[in-house]
């Protein structure tokens, strides 16, 4: 992908080539009486010529693996070289000037392969290696942006001290990368992909819409671009468009809950309530976060509360650590007018994360329950978060009031 530039007619790097296997035959022919010369040899050149993919198929995992051989056959002919050329030195001097150069020999292919064993200590360091050595290479400006998205704050910072990137905002960054990728390689339908979710999420959606119709054109049978798309043209209020999407994704893959989920969700905009239940229930059945969290809000909405409930529960146990499911029991426990209950798990939610949701709904509950101190508390911490908090506001006056 663009790593090193195809040769053309003209091109004086093919006398490079023609040099070398001018070289390599005649190497070949004059060793033909030295068995460890023609040993070593053969462990250069026919590893290396079965990795060419021209005799034989060979994929590069093996291939990097059958290369190591190449390295055998490489110290063999070294060994050899120095050997041969430290028999010719005649006196001392010239005898340790050869050793002093083979130790040196010795130490910098050390360094280096120190060097490039800490460079796989990550997928991150390995890519931004590949990105110094390879810069019109598309695909390392994918996999960077990739890994970037995944990752932490300590990677970017990386980037700005090896002078790569001088973006404050890691998600400018982000984009960049995949901006530059498709620079390189406008054809490459995943970085057109995840350029698109960026930009869908800074709500340039027709640029979006641009750029997922070009992706799934590419390459028709890419799931995950035709459900992005459909995301899109739900968004744009295309509800049949995005249907159509969404049924191509699923022909795709199957099973596929993030897709399924976002189909439920389009019924629910289609105010096909059934449809969306179906299509939730089936993503809870794969265990897929957002299908609970979506059931549970579509029961709660129609009043049923055991259903919900049952389900909120059922999240809780297969997701400890999800604050939203103890959030959304509280909700429910509250509607149906268990208190304790409510109270209970608002306070394990808010245990596991401060958010200001909970604070507030905490505070509602009190205020039902006639706990106006508490009530009053929770108020006051959400104005602490948030100091223009308008419902906090009117909660708190209607507390001072009474």
């Known amino acids: 992908m663009g790593c090193v ?41 026919i590893p290396f010529l079965l990795c060419l993919n021209i005799l034989v198929d060979v994929g590069f995992v093996l291939a990097e693996r059958n290369l190591y051989l190449s390295v055998c056959g490489y110290s063999i002919l070294y060994h050899l070289g120095f050997s041969r050329l430290l028999s010719k030195c005649s006196t001392t001097y010239q005898k340790y000037l050869m050793k002093f150069l083979h130790v040196w020999v010795i130490l910098m292919l050390t360094a280096r392969t120190l060097q490039r064993s800490a460079e796989w200590q990550s997928d991150f360091k390995l890519y931004l290696s590949g990105l110094k050595v390879c810069p019109t290479n598309g695909k390392v400006y994918y996999n960077l942006a990739k890994v970037l998205t995944e990752s932490n704050d300590t990677q970017t910072d990386l980037l700005h001290r090896s002078n790569i990137a001088t973006l404050e905002n890691p998600q400018k960054l982000i984009k960049t990368l995949y901006v530059e990728t498709l620079r390189q390689a406008p054809e490459f339908e995943h970085a057109l992909n995840n350029l698109a979710n960026i930009i869908r999420g800074e709500g340039d959606l ?46 795709l893959r199957y099973p596929y809950p993030d897709c399924v989920y976002n189909l439920g969700v389009l019924h629910l905009k289609m105010s096909d309530f059934v449809q969306a239940e179906q299509n ?112 906090a506001k009117a909660y708190l006056q209607q507390i001072t009031r009474s």
């Open 5 to 45: 530039p195809v040769v053309t007619s003209g091109d004086i790097r093919i006398l490079a080539v023609i040099t070398f296997i001018v070289m390599t035959i005649g190497l070949v022919v004059r060793s033909s009486k030295s068995l460890p010369e023609y040993l070593g040899l053969c462990f250069t050149i």
């Open 206 to 251: 027709s640029m979006a819409t641009a750029l997922l119709t070009k992706a799934v054109n590419i390459n028709p049978e890419f799931p995950a671009a035709h459900m992005n798309l459909g995301i899109v043209l739900m968004k744009t209020g295309d509800f049949s468009g995005a249907r159509k999407h969404f049924d191509i994704a699923l022909e």
């Open 280 to 391: 939730f229930r089936l993503g809870v059945s794969w265990r897929h976060v957002l299908s609970y969290m979506n059931l549970i809000i579509l029961f709660d909405n129609q009043d049923k509360f055991h259903e919900a409930r049952e389900i909120a529960l059922e999240g809780v146990k297969l997701f400890p650590d999800k604050s939203d499911f103890r959030f959304h029991l509280g909700n429910i426990y509250g509607k149906m007018g268990e208190y304790v209950e409510s109270e209970y798990n608002y306070l394990e939610a808010l245990k596991m994360e401060t958010k200001i949701s909970y604070l507030l709904n905490l505070g509602v509950l009190y205020h039902r329950w006639g706990k106006m101190s508490e009530a009053s508390k929770a108020y006051k911490s959400v104005l602490k978060l948030s100091p223009n908090h308008t419902k």
